[in-house]
Nanobody, 119 residues
Framework: QVQLVESGGGLVQPGGSLRLSCTASGVSGNLYAMNWFRQAPGKQREFVATISSGGTTIYRDSVKGRFTISRDNAKKTLYLQMNSLKPEDTAVYYC?????????????WGQGTQVTVSS
């Protein structure tokens, strides 16, 4: 069973930066996709960015050019560098991974970390 521990959230002023981390444990297969989602108060959870095991990345339009997703496969850690933060980026950010083992696919979520962008 994969477990995910997130860190790096906090309060930042508009225009500031934060770096989120998500470390996976209990991994026995291939983490073929590692993702970040977010959920703002009163809204549905939404996709933010994804990175494949080969390093291919995709971003939602509103964060392109400001956020960078990356992964360290040796450390089984996912990152999200967030620059030029805006108040509308305020949300709980969730790490999500998809694991492939022999004959089985699994999907796991972190507990979430709060990001608040406010002056």
């Amino acid at each position: 069973q994969v477990q995910l521990v997130e860190s790096g959230g906090g309060l930042v002023q508009p225009g500031g930066s934060l770096r989120l981390s998500c470390t996976a444990s209990g991994v026995s297969g291939n983490l073929y996709a590692m993702n970040w989602f977010r959920q703002a108060p009163g809204k549905q959870r939404e996709f933010v960015a994804t990175i494949s095991s080969g390093g291919t990345t995709i971003y939602r339009d509103s964060v392109k050019g400001r956020f960078t997703i990356s992964r360290d496969n040796a450390k089984k850690t996912l990152y999200l560098q967030m620059n030029s933060l805006k108040p509308e980026d305020t949300a709980v950010y969730y790490c999500n991974v998809k694991e492939a083992t022999v004959g089985q696919l699994g999907e796991y979520w972190g507990q979430g970390t709060q990001v608040t962008v406010s002056s």
